[in-house]
């Protein structure tokens, strides 16, 4: 029997606006009352930087048990210590709680110094939320709505400080709406470890600033953005091009790269227009690196495929959606046996589940995705570059046999290709070696040499605008959602594998992606149990992976 029992949480009683409440030791006191529903106001504080105490806004009463000339704890008649508390305000971001510790979030000494707290932050701060583009989100605007006095007293002239300094490519400062919290700074410092951030001048004078001949450049400058409680920081790339409000936000995941960061995604009328990181613990924290952030711009390119093609035109008509899947099975049926799936790893769960049926319905005699690695930059971007290659794995799609579509092309035993979402000269194929096939059906979002060359093309859909679900690097399962519609006659990936299948084959039964999710974990041993709806926004861990992201 084994002896090695797992170490007890220590907890301690605090009592927190009148109620006993237990929190393990080593809490800060800001998230017990978190924990308590008492949302305690705070701008420096940020869970996952080191606390300075700076900006003063979490004020609270807080007290330690009295004690009797023989230290030991006054008990009242309740039962419970008395507290004796402490006669000037404390902040709540820099401790932790400890035994018999009382907290007052509400009492007219804390109402009174949130009040003054306040006051002072916003001397020096414009009135220029009509024309900011934190309006909507800010912390500032909020509290002082809260905890603010209705007028002003400051009857001298504000502070000017710097307007619109390009602090970086991707990031401009408003040095005047700043409330020097120095969250930037130490997210530079302690997560980015780029330590390019300061405070320059004195007094009512200082100013965030880069360091000389610096430039605030690095991957995840715009996380700072993020974290920036009040219009000081902006995105150069969103800046002025929409209110926040009039966004729709879609909670899905990043398919840039393996890590597979959590996300949310902010449109308006069909158009995408920023892309936010979404706290997942378990995969990305709270940041993402700018790159996967501003990659988006792709999904309303002018040269998106948003109508089936068919080549050689048969008709001066444009074929319909159906008259394309028939004539793309009918290729495909012509050479059942000689077919090659080039599928895509960026490609869902459910996609490619699809692909391995399409695989059986034609006889392919090779299915391969193609790879897609580079140097991952040691924090949340993994050398993978594809976000579902074990997804790919766990379905049989990913099998390592790339090379012999182009072999087999040449000696003549493929004379078909169905090309799904990739690009096959970026797979080891020339022009020469589609020129040489029979059948080319291609299912693609933008135009490329593959779809060039393709007998029937099928204009699919953006990661940004379908549904299903993808695995990471460290076997979490988790789902994709759609942000905004794909456009003309674009079709959902999953259905155009399942309208070429039922073309090919007669029968599938799946009418919804939900059925396909079903169908898939009854074949499927590691999604066993789950449905799309149970993946939640947080994902499941499904499949310990030896891969780690970085
Ligand atoms: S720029 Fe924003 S995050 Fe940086 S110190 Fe000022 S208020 Fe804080
Ligand atoms: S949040 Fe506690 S001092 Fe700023």
Redesign the pocket.
Known sequence: MSTATATPVQMVNVQIDGVWMQFPKGTRVIEACKQAAKLVPH??YHPKLSSPGNCRMCLIEMGTPKMTPDRKPVIGADGKPEIGWIPRPQISCAQDVSEGMGVRTNSPMVQECRKGVMEFLLINHPLDCPICDQAGECKLQEFSVEHGNANSRFLERKVKKPKSVELGPRVT?D?E?????????R?MQEVAHDDV?G?VDRGSFNS?ACHPDRKLDHNYSLN?VD????G??TSTDFRFKMRVWFLKEAATIDTNCGTGSNITVGSREGKIYRITPRENDAVNGPWMPDSHRLNFKYVADERRIAAPIVRPQLSEFAPNWQQTINLAAERLKKNAGRVAILASARATNEELFLVSRLAKAVGAVVVDVLPRTREPDGMLIASDRNPNTTGAKLLGVATGKLADIAAGIRDGRITALIALGEDATKAGLTADDLAKLDAIVAMDILPNATTAAAHVVLPASAPFEKRGSMINLKGRLQRLNKAVPAPGDAHDDWEILRDLILAVSGSNGLHSIEDVFKAMSAEVQEFAGNTLSRIGDLGLDIAAQPQNTP
């Open positions: 701008y420096c400062l040095a709406r700043c409330i020097l919290c120095t969250r930037c700074i997210f951030l405070i965030i700072t974290i920036c409680p009040v000081a920081l």
